[in-house]
Nanobody
Framework: EVKLVESGGGSVEAGGSLTLSCTIS????????VTWFRQPPGKEREGVAA?????????YPNSAVRGRFTVSRDKARNTVDLRINNLNPEDAGEYYC?????????????????????WGQGTQVTVVS
């Protein structure tokens, strides 16, 4: 059984930085993909970062976050972290960690909610202008 728990959310001034953590318990091996989604108020959940535990460069599908979002794994803490720099009001929302297995695929599946089975409960990010 895989369990994901997000932490690190809070209220941050625009232009500031924040690091979210997804603490993973259970069997996550090199076949896993761990991702971050966000859901702005009143909008659909969108994928913002994906990390292939088996290796390879992280993936950021949204051009608005590239260069500001960094996803990484901390093996010692058993976390996958999302560092967000230069926060703007459009970054506000509930952030979720999600995971699934790649199976026979080389890359992580497309960042759509239906492709990920394990989810955390979310952590809220508020950006103050």
């Amino acid at each position: 059984e895989v369990k994901l728990v997000e932490s690190g959310g809070g209220s941050v001034e625009a232009g500031g930085s924040l690091t979210l953590s997804c603490t993973i318990s259970g069997d996550i091996d090199s076949n896993a993909c761990v991702t971050w989604f966000r859901q702005p108020p009143g909008k659909e959940r969108e994928g913002v970062a994906a990390l292939n535990i088996g290796g390879g460069a992280p993936f950021y599908p949204n051009s608005a976050v590239r260069g500001r979002f960094t996803v990484s794994r901390d093996k010692a803490r058993n976390t996958v972290d999302l560092r967000i720099n230069n926060l703007n009001p459009e970054d506000a929302g509930e952030y979720y960690c999600a995971a699934n297995w790649r199976g026979m695929q080389r890359y992580c599946p497309p960042l759509q909610t239906v492709n990920f089975y394990y989810w955390g409960q979310g952590t809220q990010v508020t950006v103050v202008s």
